[in-house]
Nanobody, 130 residues
Framework: VQLVESGGGLVQAGGSLRLSCAASGFAFDDYAIGWFRQAPGKEREEILCINNDDDSIYYGESVNGDSVKGRFTIFSDNAKHTVYLKMDSRKPEETAVYYC???????????????????WGRGTQVTVSS
């Protein structure tokens, strides 16, 4: 199983960036993929997740949905086994390492992201300059 993030880098405040999470080694269509971020000195928080079995999308439990709603978009290309995180109107406080993670999609989670993820990427650094 492998998850590889890419697309990170330096972006100016107000700019846009798209991250990619390329997955391999598991049945992509049966899994949920989540995007996380961890800023310096802060705990990791989940931003958004997508269930590839039904394309449902949920905000992470720990992030303030209002802070990213309308600016962050998650979408999946099942043919390419890749999940994307599009981020618009970036803010300097969103400088962080961004990770993707995967676990089996399940109705047990209801209308929420998985409670835990078994597979993780190594992350990609995103720096938002003011």
């Amino acid at each position: 199983v492998q998850l590889v993030e890419s697309g990170g880098g330096l972006v100016q405040a107000g700019g846009s960036l798209r991250l990619s999470c390329a997955a391999s080694g598991f049945a992509f269509d049966d899994y949920a993929i989540g995007w996380f971020r961890q800023a310096p000195g802060k705990e990791r928080e989940e931003i958004l997740c997508i269930n590839n079995d039904d394309d449902s999308i949920y905000y992470g439990e720990s992030v303030n949905g209002d802070s990213v709603k309308g600016r962050f978009t998650i979408f999946s290309d099942n043919a390419k086994h890749t999940v994307y995180l599009k981020m618009d109107s970036r803010k300097p406080e969103e400088t962080a390492v961004y990770y993707c993670a995967a676990d089996l999609a399940s109705n047990d989670y209801g209308e929420e992201c998985p409670y835990q993820y078994g597979y993780w990427g190594r992350g990609t650094q995103v720096t938002v300059s003011s």
